[in-house]
């Protein structure tokens, strides 16, 4: 029992009475407040109605408004004052490092305690966005991003964040959209598009005689897809003055390769970076370029094997793999050090008439142990535990079973069949075409592949699934995961679309289970198929019974149409 008082900026305080059970009052004074401005949170007890009478009044508090009281209190004076990235370039650097620290904390708050989602991706990425909004003039110029998780930072300095838990009906999007905001140039989708979608906005920027700026930035998981080698590829042939942004944040899909060699940071290398970037550096490499082909074509070819050696020595393995596509490499840089960014960035910005460039930047993810704590699950089994458990059974039985899967990031449930099996699994990653037609050589090669694709990102592999497996009437075994509507992954990763898709196909047996049961008796009746592609689909929610027991799967009896109609 007792009362206790919290005062606010802008006029605005909170009076308890009693414990955090009772009613709470909560006063507003009549001090200009604008919208969002204040970032502190306000303590309420649980089904306040005052409570929410106040987060509608005032609109201070940057996290959703539930009916949760909070425990904490947070400081951000720097992000309070930010109403347009544009107000970050009177900032210094200094206080930059402190708006990183700030923003770091606000996601925190909300990411990992309100939405109990992974952090490391964002916290790695607010050094690389506020070095973009510091150096570029959003929304003139163009900032793309390919990956939705580096998009946090971005949305907290645009004015967005308050609303992102909440992910309700004609709410805040958890992607960028043209439609939600000016600041956002083009939507992030399912990753691999930013660079694409960028050579197409500088094109376009080219042909009206503008002068703007266009950032595409992506990841090192994102770039495995083979559309952006594609557009990279074209990039350099078209020559359009573009900036790609390589956010490497060393995460590699296969162990062994984490241990292996990877780009480093160094002062020598920050100071490359720097005069790589440098526009001095350039215009003497380019007219050296003029010089020695004036000379000849023998000169002019023995001076480029010359430069892509040197810049071979100097850069990070594989970085003249970029120069060959036809983008001038930069790199690696330090990405959390904004001065560093800063230098480099401001550097590309100004260089005109120069083609696409490639600034790599290296992140680290697990950086803040402080911030990136493991989410607890919760104890609950989903649709696909149950399907990882029948496979694992069945493939105990019949060592010809084998898995396929790709897609951004792998199920926990799927560990226990890797675990289990680790010669028998195979995690491509975004490479989802390629992922079809690898399985159905496995099955031309005498095995037996479960292909495991979310239903969003098989859509991008739908001419490999109707030419490499469905019209040669390959023994491919689809399990189509997140399929039907998917509440917050929101438009993105609705998974609608699959039975049309998928049943229309001539040889194709398409199955979809009632309940757990028929699941585990379809991955018993995808397993006895041996003559025709297969496919399957489950939502990605929790069964009913927490504590079933997946049984030995029965076969379905399966029948022909000419059966069917008689």
Same mark, same amino acid.
């Given at each position: 029992m007792g009362s206790a008082s919290i005062s606010y900026q802008f006029g605005i305080s909170a009076r308890f009475h009693g414990n955090l059970n009772s009613r709470s009052d909560v006063t507003v004074s009549s001090l200009p407040c604008k919208a969002d401005v204040s970032r502190k949170i306000i303590f309420s007890a649980p089904n306040s109605s005052t409570h929410k009478e106040c987060i509608n009044r005032a609109r201070v508090c940057s996290l959703p408004n539930t009916d949760d009281y909070c425990d904490e209190i947070f400081e951000t004076p720097i992000l309070d004052s930010i109403e347009t990235p544009l107000q970050l370039k009177?900032?210094?650097?200094?206080?930059?490092?402190?708006?990183?620290?700030?923003?770091?904390?606000?996601?925190?708050?909300?990411?990992?305690?309100?939405?109990q989602k992974s952090m490391n991706p964002?916290?790695?990425?607010?050094?690389?966005?506020?070095?973009?909004?510091?150096?570029?003039?959003?929304?003139?110029?163009?900032?793309?991003?390919?990956?939705?998780?580096?998009?946090?930072?971005?949305?907290?300095?645009?004015?967005?964040w308050s609303a992102i838990p909440s992910r309700q009906k004609n709410g805040i999007s958890g992607v960028t959209s043209q439609l939600e905001s000016e600041y956002d140039s083009f939507g992030a989708g399912h990753g691999c598009n930013s660079i694409s979608a960028g050579l197409g906005l500088a094109v376009a920027r080219d042909i009206k005689g503008k002068r703007d700026r266009v950032v595409a930035v992506i990841d090192n998981v994102t770039i495995t897809a083979g559309q952006a080698y594609e557009a990279m590829s074209?990039?350099?042939y078209l020559d359009s003055n573009m900036i790609v942004i390589l956010n490497d944040s060393r995460h590699s899909l296969h162990p062994n390769m984490e241990q292996g060699s990877k780009a480093s940071i160094s002062a020598l290398s920050s100071i490359m970076s720097k005069i790589q970037s440098s526009k001095i550096f350039r215009k003497f490499r380019e007219l050296a370029k003029a010089m020695t082909k004036r000379i000849g074509k023998g000169m002019y070819e023995w001076a480029a094997k010359v430069d892509e050696y040197a810049r071979g020595m100097v850069g990070p393995t594989g970085s003249t793999l970029f120069e060959e596509l036809g983008l001038y490499y930069i790199g690696p840089v330090d990405g959390h050090n904004i001065e560093d960014l800063v230098c480099v960035l401001r550097e590309v910005s100004s260089l005109d008439s &120069?083609?696409?460039?490639?600034?790599?930047?290296?992140?680290?993810?697990?950086?803040?142990?402080?911030?990136?704590?493991?989410? &607890?699950?919760?104890?609950?089994?989903?649709?696909?535990?149950?399907f990882v458990e029948a496979l694992v059974m069945e493939a105990e039985m019949d060592r010809d079973i084998v898995v396929v899967h790709a897609g951004m990031e792998i199920d926990a449930s799927l560990?226990?069949?890797?675990?289990?099996?680790?010669?028998?699994?195979?995690?491509?990653g975004m490479a989802e075409q390629h992922a079809v037609t690898f399985a159905a050589g496995l099955s031309s090669g005498g095995l037996k592949p479960f292909c495991i694709i979310p239903s969003a990102f098989l859509q991008r592999a739908y001419d490999q699934v109707v030419h490499d497996v469905d019209r040669q009437r390959k023994a491919v075994r689809f399990v189509i995961t997140s399929a039907g509507l998917?509440?917050?992954?929101?438009?993105?990763?609705?998974?609608?679309?699959?039975?049309?898709? &998928?049943?229309?196909?001539?040889?194709?047996?398409? &199955?979809?289970?009632?309940?757990?049961?028929?699941?585990?008796n379809m991955v018993a009746t995808?397993?006895?198929?041996?003559?025709r592609p297969v496919c399957f689909r489950f939502p990605r929610g929790s069964v009913v019974d927490?504590?079933?027991?997946?049984?030995?799967?029965?076969?379905?009896?399966?029948?022909?149409?000419?059966?069917?109609f008689l």
């Open positions: 009177i900032l210094s650097v200094q206080e930059l490092k402190l708006l990183a620290d700030e923003i770091r904390t606000e996601l925190h708050s909300v990411l990992w305690k309100k939405i964002s916290l790695a990425a607010i050094e690389l966005t506020l070095a973009l909004h510091y150096v570029f003039r959003a929304p003139v110029d163009n900032i793309l991003w390919d990956d939705v998780e580096k998009t946090y930072a971005h949305k907290v300095l645009t004015r967005r074209n990039a350099g &120069m083609g696409p460039v490639l600034v790599h930047v290296i992140t680290e993810e697990n950086r803040d142990a402080e911030f990136g704590k493991k989410i &607890m699950v919760k104890d609950r089994r989903t649709y696909s535990h149950c560990l226990t069949f890797q675990e289990r099996f680790p010669d028998r699994f195979f995690n491509v998917v509440g917050s992954g929101g438009p993105v990763q609705c998974g609608a679309f699959d039975i049309a898709y &998928m049943s229309s196909l001539p040889n194709m047996i398409a &199955m979809a289970p009632a309940d757990e049961d028929e699941l585990v995808a397993a006895s198929i041996t003559d927490r504590n079933y027991l997946v049984p030995n799967g029965l076969p379905i009896e399966s029948r022909s149409e000419e059966e069917e």
